[in-house]
């Protein structure tokens, strides 16, 4: 490919991303967050100080201070490498969940037997498999983002998007390529299988409903609130509803320096998984006025290096180290088990 045929793949491969209306940066969604974030500011200020001042809204939307930051210029490099490369390295290299569904659905067929074709309720059929294959997404999303937490190797990937500094919807970009391919593979396993499932109880393979390809549950909340997880914005849900939806200020917590909260809000769009794994943090009604990032010491984070190279060879490092550091904590779990043991039997 040319110069000429490169810049022209790589425009449409952005303008497909813009104007796509499942896409996860459409302008659309971009368009519908931002009145939500006008109202929401709006609705604040006229509580606070009784009048609503729309250019100080504005200013504090596009607030300059973080648009001018090295954190949001290696936001806007990883969106460029994110939407004009990633769509490619990710077909060739993710199986699809389509080739799990397959798998999932003949193992099922072989140990179970075939179930005739249901003919009848062609809707509430469609209603359920959207549903199931939204939870599949979020399961998915949680175990995903979970082990990357837990897990030395992939969390120095996954560092890249926790070393933004100032939260903008384009963070959502702010993935290593090893991240999203790894994502894409727990995507595939998960809804590919919930997809075999539902092949095999229904006797055929189940439409749902889908905007472009993307289930349009998770496209709702992308419409709505989803981008302004990754904002300035403290928007909390709480009560019952910030124990089943994740607000735009669950995920701030998220992305939080403080230690306290560390390990905190996994979730996509729903807190239930937090809710039942004792990693949930309903965030407080008045904004902390967290700050963001990771402190730690070594190179700029927000270099191409540090976006693109670090993260590798730290992974490296931390997969080199791994043999030992099992080793150890068995030790040490032995160890503690000698110690327990041993204190019962002189009680
Ligand atoms: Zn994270
Ligand atoms: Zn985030």
Same mark, same amino acid.
């Given at each position: 490919?040319?110069?000429?045929?490169?810049?022209?793949?790589?425009?449409?491969?952005?303008?497909?991303?813009?104007?796509?209306?499942?896409?996860?940066?459409?302008?659309?969604?971009?368009?519908?967050?931002?009145?939500?974030?006008?109202?929401?500011?709006?609705?604040?200020?006229?509580?606070?100080? $009784?009048?609503?001042?729309?250019?100080?809204? #504005?200013?504090?939307?596009?607030? /300059?201070?973080?648009?001018?930051?090295?954190?949001?210029?290696?936001?806007?490099?990883?969106?460029?490498?994110?939407?004009?490369?990633?769509?490619?390295?990710?077909?060739?290299?993710?199986?699809?969940?389509? #080739?799990?569904?397959?798998?999932?659905?003949?193992?099922?067929?072989?140990?179970?037997?075939?179930?005739?074709?249901?003919?009848?309720?062609?809707?509430?059929?469609?209603?359920?498999?959207?549903?199931?294959?939204?939870?599949?997404?979020?399961? $998915?999303?949680?175990? *995903?983002?979970? &082990?990357?937490?837990?897990?030395?190797? &992939?969390?120095?990937?996954? /560092?890249?998007?926790?070393?933004?500094?100032?939260?903008?919807?384009?963070?959502?970009?702010?993935?290593?390529?090893? *991240?999203?391919?790894?994502?894409?593979?727990?995507?595939?396993?998960?809804?590919?299988?919930?997809?075999?499932?539902?092949?095999?109880?229904? $006797?055929?393979?189940?439409?749902?409903?889908?905007?472009?390809?993307?289930?349009?549950?998770?496209? &709702?909340?992308?419409?709505?609130? $989803?981008?302004?997880?990754?904002?300035?914005?403290?928007?909390?849900?709480?009560?019952?509803?910030?124990?089943?939806?994740?607000?735009?200020?669950?995920?701030?917590?998220?992305?939080?320096?403080?230690?306290?909260?560390?390990?905190?809000?996994?979730?996509?769009?729903?807190?239930?998984?937090?809710?039942?794994?004792?990693?949930?943090?309903?965030?407080?009604?008045?904004?902390?006025?967290?700050?963001?990032?990771?402190?730690?010491?070594?190179?700029?984070?927000?270099?191409?290096?540090?976006?693109?190279?670090?993260?590798?060879? /730290?992974?490296?490092?931390?997969?080199?180290?791994?043999?030992?550091?099992?080793?150890?904590?068995?030790?040490?779990?032995?160890?503690?088990?000698?110690?327990?043991?041993?204190?019962?039997?002189?009680?």
């Amino acid at each position: 490919m040319d110069i000429y045929g490169a810049l022209r793949f790589s425009a449409a491969q952005v303008s497909g991303e813009l104007f796509s209306a499942g896409s996860i940066f459409s302008v659309y969604s971009l368009a519908t967050t931002f009145v939500i974030a006008v109202c929401a500011l709006a609705y604040r200020r006229k509580m606070r100080r $009784g009048r609503v001042n729309l250019r100080a809204i #504005a200013r504090a939307i596009f607030d /300059k201070r973080i648009l001018l930051t090295p954190s949001f210029g290696a936001d806007v490099k990883l969106f460029a490498l994110s939407v004009v490369l990633m769509p490619v390295v990710v077909g060739a290299l993710v199986i699809s969940s389509n #080739a799990v569904a397959t798998v999932v659905s003949g193992a099922l067929r072989n140990a179970f037997g075939e179930n005739a074709p249901v003919a009848c309720c062609h809707l509430s059929i469609k209603i359920f498999s959207t549903i199931a294959l939204f939870l599949a997404y979020e399961i $998915g999303y949680w175990v *995903d983002h979970y &082990l990357k937490h837990r897990i030395a190797f &992939l969390w120095e990937f996954h /560092k890249v998007h926790h070393t933004a500094e100032a939260l903008t919807p384009v963070t959502n970009f702010r993935n290593h390529p090893i *991240d999203n391919i790894i994502f894409g593979y727990m995507l595939a396993l998960f809804i590919g299988s919930a997809s075999g499932v539902l092949a095999w109880l229904f $006797g055929r393979t189940t439409e749902s409903f889908t905007v472009d390809g993307k289930n349009i549950l998770f496209l &709702l909340f992308l419409w709505t609130i $989803g981008h302004l997880q990754h904002s300035q914005f403290w928007i909390p849900f709480r009560g019952v509803l910030g124990h089943i939806v994740l607000s735009p200020a669950h995920h701030q917590i998220h992305h939080s320096t403080d230690p306290s909260h560390f390990n905190r809000n996994f979730g996509s769009v729903l807190a239930v998984w937090d809710w039942m794994f004792g990693s949930l943090e309903i965030p407080t009604t008045n904004n902390p006025r967290l700050k963001y990032g990771v402190e730690e010491e070594g190179a700029d984070p927000h270099s191409v290096v540090g976006i693109l190279a670090t993260p590798i060879a /730290k992974a490296a490092l931390a997969l080199w180290r791994a043999p030992a550091q099992v080793w150890s904590a068995a030790m040490e779990r032995m160890e503690q088990r000698r110690q327990g043991s041993k204190s019962t039997s002189i009680s």
